[in-house]
């Protein structure tokens, strides 16, 4: 079975430039995350997706992030414009059962 | 506000001894918790969960132990190798309307051979 997959895999922008991500999630998983991980901190959730609509977007900082999951597939992550702080890994996961996530390798992404 | 709290950021063990990982939380309202195990530049991997309702789950090595009055729960990995070196994530699962996980920062694990 496929694992999730992201790309890219790393990324450097300087400030106020846009960047997007893309996770495509393990076949079949209707719940997909995306997760903004800092350095040295845990993994804080930016949205949630059933399907391709949104469960949970609390945490999205949502005047420079956005996120869409069209045909409750793949997924995208945008920020813009991209400020210094938002240099972080930024992870998916998808999941068929809520209580077992499964995560991609991550991008990791650098303001300069 | 920090729900859940892993207070140690490190720990250095010997190859067959206990490594023993503790987290803390403060949300009465978690229904389960996990601990995932991350190696640099991949992404978390889910190790072993136990139910609230539960105050013992073991898997091979692993043991997870919860101590609902004191809101504490602990990773038990016996013997330690290596390869168990990474670092240890301690999360925390809300019930209700939106499902989701809250992670605690992580501990480093250095098995030394």
């Known amino acids: 079975e496929a694992g999730v997959a992201q790309s890219p895999r790393y990324k450097i922008i300087e400030k106020r430039q846009s960047v997007a991500f893309w996770c495509n999630p393990i076949?079949?998983?209707?719940?997909l995350y995306w997760y903004q991980q800092i350095l040295g901190q845990g993994p804080k959730l930016l949205i949630q997706?059933?399907?391709?609509?949104?469960?949970?977007d609390s945490q999205l900082p949502k005047d420079r992030f956005s996120a869409e999951r069209l045909k409750g597939v793949d997924s995208t992550l945008k920020i813009q414009p991209a400020k210094l702080e938002d240099s972080a890994v930024y992870l998916c996961?998808?999941?068929?059962?809520?209580?077992?996530?499964?995560f991609g390798p991550g991008t990791r992404l650098t303001v300069l | 506000d920090q729900q859940v709290k892993q207070n140690s950021p490190s720990l250095s063990v010997q190859e067959g001894r206990i490594s023993i990982l503790n987290c803390d939380y403060t949300?009465?309202?978690?229904?389960?918790f996990l601990w995932y195990k991350k190696y640099p530049a991949e992404g978390p991997t889910f190790l072993i969960s136990?139910?609230?309702?539960?105050d013992k789950n073991e898997d091979g090595r692993f043991t997870v132990f919860l101590n609902k009055s004191a809101k504490h729960l602990s990773l038990h990995i016996v013997p330690s190798q290596p390869g168990d070196s990474a670092v240890y994530f301690c999360?925390?699962?809300?019930?209700?309307?939106?499902?989701?996980?809250?992670f605690g920062k992580g501990m480093k694990l250095t098995v030394n051979p």
């Open positions: 996961a998808s999941s068929s059962v809520p209580d077992t996530q499964y």
């Open positions: 999360a925390a699962h809300t019930q209700g309307g939106s499902e989701k996980l809250v």
């Open positions: 076949s079949g998983h209707a719940t």
């Open positions: 949300n009465s309202m978690f229904d389960y």
């Open positions: 136990i139910s609230s309702i539960k």
């Open positions: 997706f059933q399907n391709n609509g949104v469960v949970d």
